[in-house]
């Protein structure tokens, strides 16, 4: 049990697109989700948190207009990345929240904007 | 806010060999987590310990929560061991559950 799925796993985009990112947990209904932010051999950082049905909070610093975050269900979220740049190139991985304080991870998604 | 620093950052180890990795934070917490990312990027829960000793096979964990610091032991490590180890902890304000990452210990286990 506790599985969450990503997708896509890779994307590859041009510089002033957007990109979609899905967050799904697939065998339980997530309270809440997170988004996190990994920079090559570096930790995780949070970028936000989502509860359904209600707008995300963001961690200072991250860009509201720039990670347009969407909690539709309890067991969906999406992040869009709108107008990318290549320094918006990143691991993205997203986490869901079944029990209070346990937080179970998707796979990521490699984006590369160029 | 909170510091989590790990030790030490990297580790080579022969495989058969046993390894104990470090969590240090700087704040009363209400969860501590360790996970694996491997190197694909996935990250697997390992324990979750806010407190006390927990055991699943050749992994364990011991958190002492009032000296704010956590353990991690490896036993007769595999090459699939490899990879990096987190530990993250939550400051369990309510409605609270961000966590925040150490910082990190890539281990490498050499066959």
């Known amino acids: 049990g506790a599985v969450v799925s990503q997708h896509p796993s890779r994307v590859i985009c041009k510089s002033g697109t957007s990109v979609k990112i899905e967050c799904r947990s697939l065998?339980?209904?997530?309270?809440?989700m997170f988004w996190y932010r990994q920079f090559p051999k570096q930790s995780l950082m949070l970028m936000a948190t989502?509860?359904?049905?209600?707008?995300?909070?963001?961690e200072q610093g991250v860009e509201k207009d720039k990670f347009l975050i969407n909690h539709a269900s309890l067991t969906l979220s999406t992040l869009t990345v709108t107008s990318a740049h290549p320094e918006d190139s990143s691991f993205y991985i997203c986490?869901?929240?079944?029990?209070?304080?346990?937080?179970?991870f998707g796979p990521g998604t490699r984006l590369t904007v160029t | 806010g909170i510091q989590v620093e790990q030790s030490p950052p990297d580790l080579i180890l022969q495989e058969g060999a046993n390894s104990t990795l470090r969590c240090n934070f700087s704040?009363?917490?209400?969860?501590l987590q360790w996970f694996h990312q491997n190197p694909w990027g996935q990250l697997i829960n390992l324990f979750y310990?806010?407190?006390g000793t927990k055991q699943n096979g050749r992994l364990s964990a011991t958190t002492v929560a009032t000296e704010r610091y956590s353990l991690l032991y490896i036993s007769s490590s595999q090459t699939t061991d490899s990879g990096v180890y987190f530990c993250?902890?939550?400051?369990?304000?309510?409605?609270?559950?961000?966590?925040?990452f150490g910082t990190g210990t890539r281990l490498t286990i050499i066959p």
């Open positions: 986490s869901a929240s079944r029990l209070l304080y346990e937080q179970y």
């Open positions: 065998d339980f209904q997530a309270t809440t």
């Open positions: 989502s509860n359904e049905g209600s707008k995300a909070t963001y």
């Open positions: 704040d009363s917490v209400n969860n």
């Open positions: 310990i806010p407190s």
């Open positions: 993250a902890v939550d400051l369990g304000n309510f409605g609270n559950e961000k966590l925040t």
